[in-house]
């Protein structure tokens, strides 16, 4: 276990190191005041070039109505391209057109950063469709989450204001400086450690066998940087961060895992600058990592555990001796199972669809930890915005309970939380739950739906509440023994996976839009601290108990049942 906790004590201090000067920067792209220099000049012509004035000051109605059509146009251009990729360049390969729901649920997956794939990338898709379609949502499907954040960050920050900031300037701050910046720094490090990054054609070669194979290859680096970076997910082959092509170095592996939550821990110092009060931020921050400890430790012991416990209960002998570092089914050789649990925790603590090994093959619990994670609504540290949103989401749920609790009307941050910012705050909260036991229900409840298990009993059950709680937490990955690629999940996801992602952030927004109007209160006696230690457990203690009223009841028909019958001994 000493391997185990230095791994993770090295990531959290890596981590915290690179967030602290970024939180400062992204605080500085949160405040609208008009940027310096070429930054400056670069926002305001892009601005000019689609039309919009760079000085509006939007209220949240229309701030929401041009989020949410901006991403329904983006939805029919990924859905056009995938349709057309037969006729568009950058296809050496000669792919054909992708099946229309395949189409539709890619399309609302990419779109809404959930990059959920029911196909195999190296077959499906041609090297346009990636870069034009998948690789541009990446961008865009990241930055509306920043655009989220700096919204509800403005909501706390402002005094009688009836606008909360302007979107297209939020888009691009995100996008340009930001997260295209980054990419390119990080796809260099890719390629020079190995990642392929090339627009030549698939390979024909002679194995050492004398075997011969076709070598998939492709412009891989560069999306690989983004879809880490906008915890998008998406993977250039189907093996995802397994390829070595995608991800070939144990250090490729850990800077994966440092950019998945780099920004969302990022964003935690922002809103404490942002609010003028750094200790807000750090609240937030102990919170997430307190909640991420817990989930990659429970997630590490399990998979070390794997293999000798395998052996005993008579399930492969040869187990316990080959495999004396704990579970390997499903893992790369390359990383094993401290990088592979760890990278799992990363990967769903943010609202990421990577994986560097295979879900479905973990123990029955290290797979409720990522499990349950996204159920959580993935707030320790979340996706690209998305994480401190719903992080801020649970705060105020939290004060409010405090509030209750001692009679007083509840403040955070020095606004009060009332009656309308608690009707959205149920909203959000309920909504993503709903998306998934209702979705989970209706699948198992049809032929259609269980068609597609491979794993009778706990197990399958297990594969659709993942598949459905991943879609409408907009995650991406999954218990890869369900067969998705079927009309009827690839509709049913992509319906969890659009509700999940704006009937979410519809609600955050009118929030931010009831926040920036009213004034700030100073802190009396009997306020409660909102930076300390009390309220951390107060927040952590919240977002828990949320998921396990909302989720036991589920878990213990899934991983719960396996893992009691796998101490039993059954098969």
């Known amino acids: 276990m000493f391997a185990s906790l230095y791994a993770v004590v090295v990531f959290l201090a890596v981590l915290t190191l690179l967030a602290w000067p970024l939180g400062k920067y992204l605080a500085r792209l949160a405040d609208p005041a008009p940027l310096d220099g070429s930054l400056g000049t670069l926002e305001r012509g892009v601005l000019r070039a689609i039309g919009a004035a760079p000085g509006e000051d939007m209220p949240w109605p229309r701030y929401a109505a041009l989020l949410v059509a901006f991403n329904a146009l983006g939805v029919l251009a990924v859905y056009a391209v995938q349709r057309l990729q037969g006729h568009l360049p950058w296809n050496p390969q000669g792919l054909g057109a992708v099946a229309p729901d395949t189409a539709f649920n890619t399309a609302v997956s990419f779109v809404t950063n959930t990059d959920w794939q029911g196909y195999a990338g190296e077959s499906t898709l041609s090297y346009g469709t990636q870069m034009i379609a998948l690789t541009v949502q990446n961008f865009l499907s990241a930055a509306t989450g920043l655009a989220v954040a700096f919204a509800l960050m403005r909501g706390f920050a402002r005094r009688g204001a009836a606008g909360i900031g302007n979107f297209w300037s939020d888009l691009a701050r995100g996008t340009l400086f930001v997260l295209l910046p980054l990419s390119v720094l990080l796809a260099t490090v890719f390629i020079q450690q190995g990642a392929v990054q090339t627009l030549a054609g698939y390979l024909d070669v002679t194995t050492l066998e004398h075997g011969h194979q076709h070598l998939a290859l492709g412009p891989v680096a560069s999306q690989e940087a983004i879809k880490m970076l906008g915890t998008n997910g998406g993977g250039f082959f189907n093996a995802n961060s397994a390829h070595p092509f995608e991800n070939p170095t144990a250090l490729t592996n850990f800077l994966q895992m440092i950019a998945i939550l780099v920004a969302p821990a990022a964003l935690c110092f922002a809103f404490g600058r942002g609010v003028r009060d750094p200790r807000q931020g750090w609240a937030l921050f102990a919170a997430m990592t307190v909640l991420f400890l817990a989930m990659a430790a429970v997630a590490l012991w399990a998979e070390q555990r794997g293999g000798h416990a395998l052996a005993a209960l008579g399930v492969d002998q040869a187990v316990g001796p080959l495999q004396p570092g704990g579970n390997m089914e499903g893992k790369e050789a390359r990383f094993g199972t ?73 403040e955070y941050v020095g606004k009060k939380i009332e009656a309308f910012e608690m009707k959205m705050t149920a909203i959000v909260i309920l909504v993503t739950p709903a998306l998934a036991l209702v979705g989970s229900a209706v699948a198992v409840a049809t032929s259609a739906g269980r068609a597609g298990i491979a794993n009778p009993g706990a197990h399958g059950f297990s594969e659709i509440l993942y598949a459905f709680s991943s879609a409408a937490n907009n995650n991406g990955s999954a218990f890869a023994g369900l067969s998705a690629n079927t009309p009827f999940y690839n509709v049913a996801l992509a319906i969890a996976m659009w509700f999940g992602r704006f009937a979410f952030i519809v609600p955050v927004l009118a929030i931010a839009g009831s926040l920036a109007r009213k004034p700030r209160t100073d802190p009396t006696a009997g306020t409660l601290p909102t930076h300390g230690p009390l309220f951390v457990v107060l927040l952590i203690g919240t977002v828990v108990l949320v998921g396990a009223l909302t989720y036991v009841p589920a878990l213990a028909l899934g991983p719960v049942v396996e893992e009691l019958q796998w101490r039993g001994g059954a098969p």
């Open 338 to 410: 401290i990088a592979s649990a760890l990278f799992a925790t990363v990967t769903t603590a943010a609202s990421c669809g990577a994986v560097n090994a295979m879900h479905d093959s973990f123990t029955p619990l290290g797979g409720l930890v990522p499990m349950w994670l996204i159920q959580l609504g993935e707030v320790a540290f979340g996706g690209v915005g998305a994480g401190l949103y719903g992080m801020l989401v649970f705060a105020i749920m939290a004060v409010f309970v405090a509030g209750l609790m001692i009679g007083r009307t509840p």
